[in-house]
């Protein structure tokens, strides 16, 4: 059973400070993977996606990937109270078009 | 452009009722994907359609559950004779390129 690992929080962050948000997946075959927001009560959007090990930046967003240890996390620079919400890594395998999802991470900015 | 859309945005039904849940990708996107959400719970896998072919099905819970898609662009989900437990909300997603984007769902809800 592929597993995808999140600590599902919630984690609270001063606003300004960065947020770290961590997940670990079980499958050595997972090629790509994606990390997506989602607001109460709103579908999942896309922030994210990295495929290859190391980081990968845009904007206030980092995606980190280390294949080897099967971690990947995303960073959140100069955190907003706009950036509370549950936070969603998904992987993919090769050859296989199906995401399979951790249950998330809880993100709250504190003012 | 348009994004990914969903109808109805919420459905009440009775239980033993069938209900069709219908998802329009976003134009030229050829993968289509349907994923459910349970109070709570992760985002759970349903099937995957490649055109208008279904190559992987596995995660359609029972047999009461069943998807097509006609002319590589809307697909319909159909659950006959529904359950309590089919209650969640039912998300579309489309892709082009491998990253998937997110309808904003159909809440179902079996009384």
């Known amino acids: 059973q592929k597993e995808v690992e999140q600590n599902s929080g919630p984690l609270s962050v001063p606003e300004g400070a960065i947020a770290s948000l961590n997940c670990t997946y079980s499958?050595?075959?997972?090629?790509?993977f994606f990390w997506y927001r989602q607001y109460s009560g709103k579908s999942p959007e896309l922030i994210m996606f990295i495929y290859s090990n190391g980081d990968k930046e845009d904007g206030r967003f980092t995606a980190q990937l280390n294949k080897a240890s099967q971690y990947v996390s995303l960073l959140i620079r100069d955190s907003q109270p706009s950036d509370s919400a549950t936070y969603l890594c998904a992987v993919r395998d090769f050859g296989n078009e199906k995401l399979t999802f951790g249950t998330g991470t809880r993100l709250t900015i504190i003012p | 452009g348009a994004g990914v859309s969903q109808s109805p945005s919420n459905k009440v039904t009775e239980k033993g009722k069938d209900v069709e849940l219908r998802c329009d990708p976003i134009?030229?996107?050829?993968?289509l994907y349907w994923y459910r959400q349970s109070l709570g719970q992760g985002l759970e896998f349903l099937i995957y359609f490649q055109g208008n072919s279904a190559p992987d099905k596995s995660g359609l819970p029972s047999d009461r559950f069943s998807a097509e898609r006609t002319g590589g662009s809307v697909s319909t989900l159909t659950i006959q004779r529904t359950q309590q437990e089919d209650s969640a909300v039912y998300l579309c997603?489309?892709?082009?390129?491998?990253?998937?984007?997110f309808g904003p769902g159909t809440r179902l809800t079996v009384t």
């Open positions: 499958d050595r075959g997972s090629q790509s």
């Open positions: 997603a489309s892709s082009s390129e491998g990253e998937q984007y």
């Open positions: 134009s030229g996107h050829t993968a």
